[in-house]
């Protein structure tokens, strides 16, 4: 069945008793009964849906209920859950071995394929986000030979020791552990700065600037909504980064291959004439598998084992389904789609915009590239969200109440105010008519609810 041929208006399903006793079920052998902390609704409450099948651009969970999906398995889906070509190309590739444990030709065509549309030199295939922020922080280290490592409040790179570290107090603090299990030592070499802001990033490396291996940043940060860079801003990390011998290490395992054919550097980096020393990859380059990679200069690849002395490996890295998915996947993702990713986007942005001004809902709706978030903010106040500071200001008991009233309308949000929202080219007309008519049931529902503060 192809979406058009499903029916406008959701086959409501009133119960979630399957997914609420699937979950207990769950907890009991899983913690929290999630393998990923966002799953768990904590944030939004309610009963997390058991996911059973997807199809385009919609989910069906164990209850019957179907939705629209705007979270895409956080990112990898651009062309919309089991692609038919992907889902062939797949099952041909099980039919050759699930995993060889040798050089093999999928990896190497994924290879080419990133080179091509990245402004990287090699790429190093690895299986997670977090393991290529990691090892691409390592090969920093390595080739630099100094320690310290410079990230921005608010964004996230994966749950790697040295990168889960929180702000101190003052401008150019030395991070604190933001998990339990993070030794202080691992965060005692990072530095945590507000993200836009170019005076306090001058300040730190006037005062650490020969410690500094790298800045990592988000090449646009997406894990506290959508906060786009300001315009030049990571061209001037790439050029502060050089004129002190540190790595620019831009993330782009959340945009990478979505919000262009080349990420977001294909919307700055391109048109300004730079390039970073190191990228990162993830999420759309697996297909929906575990795959991600992380690349850049030849001359800092070549610090990496078996031709230097940076250590880094991985029993499944390259796999050959993994890495068949992120191809197909890559290679059916031509300008029709990222046009078509490009539309629905800014379509529903400004149904969202529409329906919340209609009821009196202050608000505001930011993108960077196609990935876009709503904010439960005083716009006059707030009238742009530049960091982690402002994103702080949302009214997350509004958005938890926009989201269930979505939810139960048939259309399903990221379970968290602090999540851009995903789409991919398969949400078509049909699927944008559903999550117009949740609209302004769910922006009423916020308006009757009222504000209740920022906890
Ligand atoms: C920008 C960014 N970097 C790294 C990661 C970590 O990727 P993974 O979850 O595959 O480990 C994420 C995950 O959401 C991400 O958004």
């Known amino acids: 069945m192809t979406s058009t041929d499903l029916p406008t208006s959701r086959p409501t399903s009133v119960s979630t008793a399957r997914s609420a006793e699937l979950m207990a079920r769950a907890q009991q052998v899983i913690p929290g009964g999630v393998n990923s902390p966002v799953r768990a609704f904590h944030s939004v409450g309610g009963t997390p849906r058991f996911v059973v099948r997807a199809d385009g651009p919609y989910l069906y969970d164990a209850d019957g209920a179907r939705y629209v999906d705007l979270v895409c398995s956080w990112g990898p889906m651009i062309l919309g859950h089991a692609h038919p070509q992907v889902v062939e190309a797949v099952q041909r590739a099980v039919a050759a071995g699930t995993s060889y444990g040798t050089p093999s030709v999928p990896e190497l065509e994924l290879a080419v394929e990133i080179v091509e549309r990245m402004p990287v030199d090699q790429v190093r295939l690895v299986s997670s986000g977090t393991e290529a922020t990691m090892s691409a922080v390592r090969l920093a280290r390595g080739f630099t030979g100094r320690d310290m490592v410079v990230k921005f409040a608010g964004c996230y790179h994966g749950h790697v020791d040295s990168l889960l570290a929180a702000a101190g107090s003052g401008v150019a603090t030395l991070g604190l552990p933001a998990s339990a299990g993070v030794p202080a030592g691992s965060t005692a070499a990072t530095l945590v700065v507000p993200y836009n802001d170019r005076a306090v990033l001058l300040e730190t490396f006037a005062a650490y600037g020969d410690q500094i291996a790298c800045v990592i940043t988000e090449a646009a940060s997406g894990n506290m909504g959508a906060v786009a860079p300001e315009p030049g801003f990571n061209e001037f990390l790439a050029r502060t980064c050089r004129e002190h011998g540190a790595l ?24 300004e004439g730079w390039a970073p020393d190191l990228m990162t990859f993830g999420k759309v380059m697996g297909g929906g598998f575990p795959a991600a990679g992380f690349g850049g200069r030849r001359d800092v690849m070549a610090h990496l084992a078996p031709l230097g002395n940076v250590y880094q490996a991985g029993t499944l890295s390259g796999n050959p389904i993994a890495t068949t998915a992120g191809l197909t996947t890559l290679r059916l993702a031509g300008d029709a789609v990222y046009a078509r990713l490009d539309q629905v986007a800014l379509t529903i942005q400004s149904m969202v915009t529409d329906a919340l001004s209609a009821a009196g809902v202050p608000h505001v709706v930011q ?14 106040e707030t009238p742009v969200i530049r960091n982690f500071d402002d994103v702080q200001r949302q009214d997350v008991h509004q958005f938890r109440t926009f989201f269930h009233a979505m939810l139960e309308a048939g259309v399903y949000l990221p379970p968290s105010a602090y999540e851009t929202w995903f789409v991919s080219a398969a949400h078509d007309d049909v699927a944008l008519e559903q999550i117009a008519q949740a609209l302004p049931g769910a922006a009423a529902a916020v308006a009757a609810a009222g504000s209740r503060g920022t906890v």
């Open 367 to 380: 993108s960077a590239g196609n990935l876009f978030s709503v904010f439960f903010v005083d716009p006059i």
């Open 248 to 271: 620019f290490v831009s993330d782009e395992v959340m945009t990478g291959f979505r919000v262009s054919r080349s990420g977001y550097w294909g919307l700055d980096g391109a048109h």
